[in-house]
T-cell receptor, first 115, second 112 residues
Framework: NAGVIQTPRHKVTGKGQEATLWCEPI?????VFWYRQTIVQGLEFLTY????????DSGMPKERFSAQMPNQSHSTLKIQSTQPQDSAVYLC?????????????FGPGTRLTVL | QQQVRQSPQSLTVWEGETAILNCSYE??????FPWYQQFPGEGPALLIS?????DKKEDGRFTIFFNKREKKLSLHITDSQPGDSATYFC???????????FGIGTRVLVRP
């Protein structure tokens, strides 16, 4: 079991460019979560899918951020027109179930740097 | 408003000492508290967790003490080892048991 896979591990973009981050959840896990980690704000929930359906995107900035889960084996987080304040580590997690306090297994994260 | 608070922000102990990390929360509906351990360059990993029906949970050198009345928890790391040097996060899920709210974390350094 390779765990949650995130690619790329590091991404540098120029201000205004688009960034797409990829996540491959653990096989058999039905829930996928995206979090953002910064020194100032800590770990913040962004969005959550269960069985590929979006369940809760209350943490997603309303503009420029979008997430999809086109199949059970991967999810993407897309940031359009990136800004320096988007610089953070973006973490993907998966769990067996979406509720019942199922343990969330985190990937290593993608460090996004916006110049 | 911070839903989950942690203190101290950083902590240094000598090898063999006990490190004590504190966590408090606001939302009375929180009833499950996982603690995550994160090493540099890695994602957080579940270390130990407790449900609000218990006041203590022990797993090896790691123990959670829970005071529901005061809405406070503490994580004790006994016989601290240099390999325990990491950042520790207290977290709580929403009522559905999925979306986690994390504290800001406590960075622990164990000196040999």
């Amino acid at each position: 079991n390779a765990g949650v896979i995130q690619t790329p591990r590091h991404k540098v973009t120029g201000k205004g460019q688009e960034a797409t981050l990829w996540c491959e959840p653990i096989s058999g896990h039905s829930a996928v979560f995206w979090y953002r980690q910064t020194i100032v704000q800590g770990l913040e929930f962004l969005t959550y899918f269960r069985n590929q359906a979006p369940i809760d995107d209350s943490g997603m900035p309303k503009e420029r951020f979008s997430a999809q889960m086109p199949n059970q084996s991967h999810s993407t987080l897309k940031i359009q027109s990136t800004q320096p304040q988007d610089s953070a580590v973006y973490l993907c997690a998966s769990s067996l179930g979406g509720g019942n306090y199922a343990e969330q297994f985190f990937g290593p994260g993608t460090r996004l740097t916006v110049l | 408003q911070q839903q989950v608070r942690q203190s101290p922000q950083s902590l240094t102990v000598w090898e063999g000492e006990t490190a004590i990390l504190n966590c408090s929360y606001e939302d009375s509906t929180f009833n499950y508290f996982p603690w995550y351990q994160q090493f540099p360059g890695e994602g957080p990993a579940l270390l130990i967790s407790i449900r609000s029906v218990s006041d203590k949970k022990e797993d090896g050198r790691f123990t959670i003490f829970f005071n529901k009345r005061e809405k406070k928890l503490s994580l004790h790391i006994t016989d601290s080892q240099p390999g325990d040097s990491a950042t520790y996060f207290c977290a709580a899920p929403n009522s559905a048991g999925n979306k986690l709210t994390f504290g800001i974390g406590t960075r622990v350094l164990v000196r040999p």
